[in-house]
C-alpha cells in the first residue's frame, strides 16, 4: 500500500512530484493574493475541520521548538493510508522541510537579518519560515507557494502561534517582474534542474534589479550541490539535525544556510 510516508523518501533523490488532484471537497478558486485580516474567518469551515483532524500540532522533532507547526506525522491517519484517498494536491506542505527548519532557526537566532525588513519566502509550505521572519520583527512578510491548501495550513499555523496570518500569493512568481523586496527567503526549492535554473536566473535578476538579499536553506540534496548556482554562494550557518528529523530524510544530518552572492 502506498501511502504518505513516501514524502520524505524524495529528500535525499530531489524529486518532488506535484499531483494536483480535483475533488468536490476542495473549491476551484481560493485566492490569488489575500491580505487577511482575522484569523481564519474567511476558511472553508470543511477544508479546516479536514486539516484540523488529519495533521498534528507539534512544537518538536525539528529545530524551531519556538514554532507551532500542523504537520502530518506517524501519529496522523494519512502517514499510512491509502494516497489516494487525500482529496487535495500531495502534501508537501505538511513535512517541515530541513532547509526551511535551518532558515527559520537562523532568522529566530539573528532577528537584525530581518526586523523593519521586506519579506519575501518563495515556497513557503507550512509557513515556518514566514512565521519566523513575522517573530524576529520583519515590517511585512509575503508568502508565496502555488498549493492553495498550503495557504489555509499557514493561516492555521498562524493562529497557532497567535499570529495575524501575512499575504500568502498562489501564483507562480518565478520568472516574473517582482516588487523591491529586501530579503527573499527559499528553503528546500532546488529539488528540480529545471527549478534550479529558473531559480538562479530569477534570483540573480532581483539582486541586481533592486539589491535584494537572498537566503537560501537547504541539507545537501544533489540538484543543489551540483548546480553552477554554487559558484555564488557562502556558507552562513549549519546546524545538526535531530534524529527524528534525520530518520524521516534517509540520514541526512546537516541543514545549511546559504548568502547568494551573484
Not at 479536514?50 to 512544537?59: A, I, K, M, P, Q
Not at 519566502?121 to 511585512?140: E, K, L, Y
Not at 516574473?176 to 528553503?187: A, K, M, P, Q, R
Request: glycine fraction near 6%.
Amino acid at each position: 500500500m502506498v501511502s504518505w510516508r513516501w514524502l520524505t523518501s524524495f529528500c535525499r533523490g530531489g524529486i518532488f512530484p506535484k499531483a494536483f488532484k480535483k475533488s468536490s471537497r476542495c473549491p476551484s478558486l481560493f485566492w490569488g493574493c489575500c491580505y487577511h485580516r482575522t484569523q481564519g474567518s474567511f476558511l472553508n469551515p470543511e477544508i479546516r475541520a479536514f486539516l484540523e483532524e488529519n495533521t498534528e500540532v507539534t512544537s518538536h522533532g525539528h529545530l524551531t521548538p519556538e514554532i507551532r507547526l500542523r504537520l502530518l506525522t506517524p501519529c496522523c491517519r494519512f502517514w499510512k493510508e491509502k494516497t489516494d484517498l487525500w482529496p487535495f494536491s500531495d502534501p508537501f506542505w505538511a513535512i517541515y522541510w530541513p532547509g526551511g527548519q535551518a532558515l527559520s532557526r537562523y532568522l529566530l537566532d539573528n532577528p537584525a537579518i530581518v526586523r523593519r525588513k521586506t519579506v519575501l519566502d518563495i515556497g513557503s509550505g507550512c509557513g515556518a519560515t514566514a512565521i519566523a521572519a513575522v517573530m524576529s520583527g520583519a515590517s511585512q512578510v509575503l508568502a508565496s507557494d502555488i498549493d492553495p491548501i498550503a495557504g489555509m495550513a499557514m493561516v492555521l499555523n498562524c493562529e497557532l502561534n497567535n499570529l495575524n496570518p501575512f499575504p500568502i500569493t498562489t501564483k507562480n512568481i518565478i520568472d516574473t517582474e517582482v516588487d523591491n523586496w529586501d530579503l527573499i527567503i527559499l528553503g528546500d526549492m532546488f529539488y528540480d534542474q529545471q527549478l534550479a535554473d529558473s531559480l538562479h536566473h530569477w534570483l540573480r535578476k532581483c539582486s541586481q534589479t533592486h539589491g535584494t538579499h537572498v537566503l537560501i536553506g537547504d541539507p545537501g540534496r544533489p540538484q543543489f550541490l551540483d548546480h553552477s548556482i554554487q559558484s555564488k554562494l557562502h556558507k552562513v550557518a549549519e546546524y545538526p539535525l535531530l534524529e527524528s528529523t534525520r530518520q524521516e530524510n534517509n540520514g541526512l544530518t546537516a541543514t545549511v544556510v546559504w548568502h547568494y552572492q551573484p
